[in-house]
């Protein structure tokens, strides 16, 4: 079985300050791992990936995430914040199937609030 | 990525009633996914629907509650019948990347926002 916990439902950070978002997994098998991004009233964006190839993934937006075997985790980080990152994103992990590694299992989410 | 496109995608309905929902993709893929986003709350997978066979549940929903149609590679359904309040969530149809889908990450429609009153 796979999980995904992530810490702090919310968290805020002042326009141009560092963004950490956390997420750590759980899964019996290699993992494919995943950050989405939901803007208010649309679906999910994929963000970036983790496949087993480079452990640091970057991905749209200039986030990038790193992958952690030693620590089960996959945190998301952008350098600098901007006004438009302020939405809801979700870490999701799945078996390392290719193929049939599409059934996510999704973190409860963190809403990211961009402050002036 | 695939092109997702969910209708309808916002609905007002009243409990004892159905809606039915439709996911069309802009390619052929051999699984579609129906998850749930309830009010606050993150997504949870309701089924897997296959070409050509049923749709495989996860634990806690029933075909009854959520009959779901597959009639071809690029069309799947999902129906939420006989609703209630607690049936109030956001309806999401995803499918597999990569070509064939046979991609590792998974893409989403813009989600069938449905009330029940």
């Known amino acids: 079985a796979q999980s995904v916990t992530q810490l702090g439902s919310h968290v805020s950070v002042s326009e141009g300050a560092l963004v950490l978002l956390r997420c750590n997994y759980s899964s019996s098998v290699p993992p494919y791992l995943f950050w989405y991004v939901q803007y208010p009233n649309q679906g999910l964006q994929l963000l970036l990936k983790y496949t087993s190839a480079a452990t640091l993934v970057k991905g749209i937006n200039g986030f990038e995430a790193e992958f952690k075997k030693s620590e089960t985790s996959f945190h998301l980080t952008k350098p600098s914040a901007h006004m438009s990152d302020a939405a809801e994103y979700f870490c999701?992990?799945?078996?390392?199937?290719?193929?049939?590694?599409?059934?996510?299992?999704f973190g409860t989410g963190t809403q990211l609030k961009v402050e002036l | 990525s695939a092109v997702i496109s969910q209708k309808p995608s916002r609905d007002i309905c009243q409990r004892g009633t159905s809606l039915t929902i439709q996911c069309q993709v802009d390619s052929q893929v051999t699984m579609m996914f129906w998850y749930r986003q309830q009010p606050g709350q993150s997504l949870t997978l309701i089924a897997t629907?296959?070409?050509?066979?049923?749709?495989?549940?996860e634990s806690g929903f029933v075909i009854d509650k959520f009959p779901i149609s597959r009639p071809n590679l690029t069309f799947s359904t999902l129906t939420v019948s006989n609703m209630s309040p607690e049936d109030s969530s956001i309806y999401l149809c995803?499918?597999?990347?990569?070509?064939?889908?046979?991609?590792?990450?998974?893409?989403f429609g813009q989600g069938t926002r449905l009330t029940v009153v």
């Open positions: 629907a296959n070409q050509g066979s049923e749709a495989t549940y």
């Open positions: 999701a992990v799945s078996e390392g199937t290719p193929g049939g590694g599409n059934k996510l299992t």
């Open positions: 995803s499918v597999p990347g990569g070509a064939g889908g046979r991609g590792t990450e998974a893409f």
